[in-house]
């Protein structure tokens, strides 16, 4: 198996240029792509369907009670797990 090198970065209802996305949800995907720059291990595309490895990102809301875990922990993590999106199972 081979590393992933290109990355995405979406909300739950779609990319940064989606207009269904939520400003705080288009601050969320905002950040991570910073943090991966940052990182300078992935190459971050602009469609989905060119990325290896998706990430999938939303604004944590304090009344939920769905779970989930913090931004920051969320960044720390990057640096330790990638889950690369198979073939087929992307949108």
């Not at 590393?3 to 400003?23: C, I, K, M, Q, W």
């Not at 288009?26 to 602009?46: E, F, G």
């Not at 469609?47 to 913090?70: M, P």
Request: proline share 7%; charged share 30%.
């Amino acid at each position: 198996m081979c590393p992933a090198r290109y990355a995405h970065v979406e909300a739950t209802d779609g990319d940064s240029f989606n207009p269904r996305v939520l400003p705080d949800d288009r601050r969320a995907i905002a950040d991570v792509q910073h943090a991966l720059l940052d990182w300078k291990r992935y190459i971050l595309t602009a469609k989905r369907r060119e990325a290896e490895l998706v990430f999938v990102v939303r604004k944590g809301d304090l009344a939920s009670v769905q779970g989930g875990i913090r931004p920051t922990v969320a960044l720390r993590l990057l640096r330790k797990i990638a889950i690369p999106v198979q073939p087929g199972t992307q949108k």
